[in-house]
């Protein structure tokens, strides 16, 4: 898993990180060399896909805003070389369309990875882009919701053989909040804003510490790469091992917990068992049995259902 995102360093040194200061940077009239390139675009997507998939402690949404930064500023130049070359004065415009189809781009980007198209409308709007008119506005949003539903459709469409299925949550405390607890929403905000600052102050000098030390040179960014790969490793297989282990029963696994949990969840979890669609689990007996297993993770399923995971 780490042969491709090292590769991807020493090759492009552009392609690490998320790619959202550097896309932000060019949509404000930075000139950033190979950064919505093929080679860039090809080895960002590799590199996430391994990344996510060794199972390190980051996720896909700052590549994926990247990747969608870059598929819009090559499609650009795919229709100006191909479509618009004949076109007199089409040059004069290329620069313009490009930082537009790249912030569309980047908001589909967004939309995909966290199924929201408002929100990758407003990142655009935001972050993004440095003048924003009606057209523009709609542009992206039309963008963003394509995107989403392309994600959906591909998702759950496919494999629920074209119905969407929507969870609903049962139980006694699923219902609405007492006064007393918005006390405390409002609490919990205050907290958070405040480990938000700090979050954000330390990430500071954290970036300055490896722009100082660490990324002198191509060699000490693939160590670092190598050493924090290996330490999560290490954390994630070691650190189960200093605790006992227990039996994950039903009970246990709820403890601590409300009692809000969707049909399918209760389902699953709580009997143990998967059913056909459309089947009542209380008359129904189930296809495949399945135990639960304790993990480092949360709650892991045994290869006896080859559907828990779903």
């Known amino acids: 898993y ?43 997507f590799l590199g996430s896909v391994f990344a996510v998939g060794s199972g390190l402690a980051l996720g896909p949404e700052g590549p994926a805003i990247h990747i969608g930064a870059a598929f819009g500023s090559l499609f650009c130049q795919f229709w100006y070389s191909v479509v618009q070359k004949r076109s007199p004065g089409a040059e004069h415009d290329f620069e313009a369309k490009r930082q537009h189809f790249t912030a ?6 967004v939309a995909s990875v966290f199924r929201a198209p408002l929100a990758g409308t407003l990142f655009v709007i935001e972050e993004a882009a440095s003048q924003v008119n009606i057209r523009d506005i ?13 994600v959906h459709a591909i998702e759950y469409g496919i ?42 102050y330390l990430q500071r000098r954290l970036n300055t510490f490896r722009a100082k030390y660490m990324n002198r040179n191509r060699c000490s960014r693939v160590a670092e790469l190598v050493a924090i790969s290996l330490l999560t490793s290490a954390v994630a297989v070691f ?15 709820l403890k601590d917990t409300n009692g809000c949990m969707t049909a399918s969840i209760q389902a699953h979890t709580v009997q143990g068992a998967f059913f056909r669609p ?5 008359h129904s007996r189930p296809d495949v049995s399945f135990t639960l297993q304790p993990g480092f993770f949360g709650v892991q399923y045994s290869e ?3 559907y828990a995971i779903e």
């Open 239 to 253: 650190f189960p091992l200093a605790f006992p282990c227990e039996d994950a029963t039903a009970q246990a696994l």
């Open 138 to 150: 709609w542009a992206t949003l039309v963008a963003s919701v394509t995107a989403f539903a392309t």
């Open 304 to 306: 006896e259902c080859v």
């Open 104 to 109: 569309l781009g980047a908001g589909a980007g």
């Open 2 to 44: 780490l042969v491709i995102p090292c590769a991807a360093t020493l090759w492009r040194p552009v392609v690490g990180g998320s790619g959202i200061p550097g896309i932000l940077a060019f949509l404000n009239g930075v000139s950033i060399p190979t950064l919505l390139s093929w080679p860039v675009l090809l080895l960002k």
């Open 159 to 200: 494999d629920n053989h074209g119905t969407f299925l929507f969870s609903i949550a049962l139980g006694d405390a699923c219902g609405t909040f007492l006064p007393i607890e918005y006390a405390f929403f409002a609490l919990l905000g205050v907290v958070c804003g405040v480990a938000g600052a700090l979050f954000n």
């Open 278 to 282: 459309g089947s009542n689990p209380q």
